[in-house]
């Protein structure tokens, strides 16, 4: 069973089983992922046929976790913004939705790990100061996508280049 049909089996059953959160969260989870379905439609119908479309844009696994990556990004944003105003329930509230969200992803990366592909990407590109940062990041991410946060990344790859 590939990921997205375990995430809409799992919102079958917590709309039987009435678990609103989770219900709520896995309904814009959902959506955002019937949304890129259109957009990529949409890029596909200017070059392909109709008969193909259904199939062609479908999402791959990675497209699903580039997606749920996405939304569990934009629930950290807004638990932070929240804090910054002091509104800890609402925070509570955007961590609770990550937890639910974070089920769904690959395993995470520990940040030794990340440091040690850093270090070998450091060599196979040859970079050597922050001016570099732009190219290394850009052989680096497509390595981590959905397995560990670009912030995370972003810091581990200035401290090794020193910026």
Known sequence: MGLKEKIDQDFKEAFKGRNESQLSVLRMLLAALKNKEVEKRTKLSKSEPIEKLEELSRLSEEEV????????????????????????????????????????????????KV?????????????????????????????????VDGSVVGRIVKEQLGG
């Open 65 to 112: 976790i580039e997606v749920l990556s996405s939304e569990i990004k934009k629930r950290r944003e807004a638990s932070d913004q929240y804090k910054k105003g002091d509104r800890m329930e609402l925070a509570e509230k955007e961590e609770g939705e990550i937890k639910i969200l974070a089920v769904y992803m690959p395993e995470q990366m520990s940040e030794e």
């Open 115 to 147: 440091a040690q592909l850093v270090s070998e990407t450091i060599k196979e590109t040859g970079a050597s100061s922050p001016k570099d940062m732009g190219r290394l990041m850009g052989v680096l991410m497509p390595k981590v996508k959905g397995k």
